[in-house]
Nanobody, 114 residues
Framework: VQLQASGGGLVQAGGSLRLSCVDS????????MRWYRQAPGKQREFVAS???????SYADSVKGRFTISSDNSKNTVYLQMNNLKLADTGVYYC?????????WGRGTLVTVSS
């Protein structure tokens, strides 16, 4: 399984970005798809998830601003990030759980400036 994340970049506070994560396998076979992030000097933290049953979950810090979704036809998971804050800066990683095995992609850097 290979996961390729993209869409990161430099954005001003209040702006938006959409991250994408392409799965090399059929994403509809995954039980869970998640986004995590790691800020400089901090531990990796959960951001959002969507299950195979389309149940979503969000960290309190991003509720109402971020939206996770998936497109099975493109084997892609998205993270739409709106009203970005300085605290959203970090490397964002996608994660897929398939047959109880967790797979990680290489991260994409999001930098929010004031």
């Amino acid at each position: 399984v290979q996961l390729q994340a993209s869409g990161g970049g430099l954005v001003q506070a209040g702006g938006s970005l959409r991250l994408s994560c392409v799965d090399s396998e059929d994403i509809s076979s995954a039980e869970l798809m998640r986004w995590y992030r790691q800020a400089p000097g901090k531990q990796r933290e959960f951001v959002a998830s969507v299950s195979s049953g389309a149940i979503t979950s969000y960290a309190d810090s991003v509720k109402g601003r971020f939206t996770i979704s998936s497109d099975n036809s493109k084997n892609t998971v998205y993270l739409q990030m709106n009203n970005l804050k300085l605290a959203d800066t970090g490397v964002y990683y996608c994660n897929v759980v398939r047959r109880l095995v967790s797979y990680w992609g290489r991260g994409t850097l999001v930098t929010v400036s004031s």
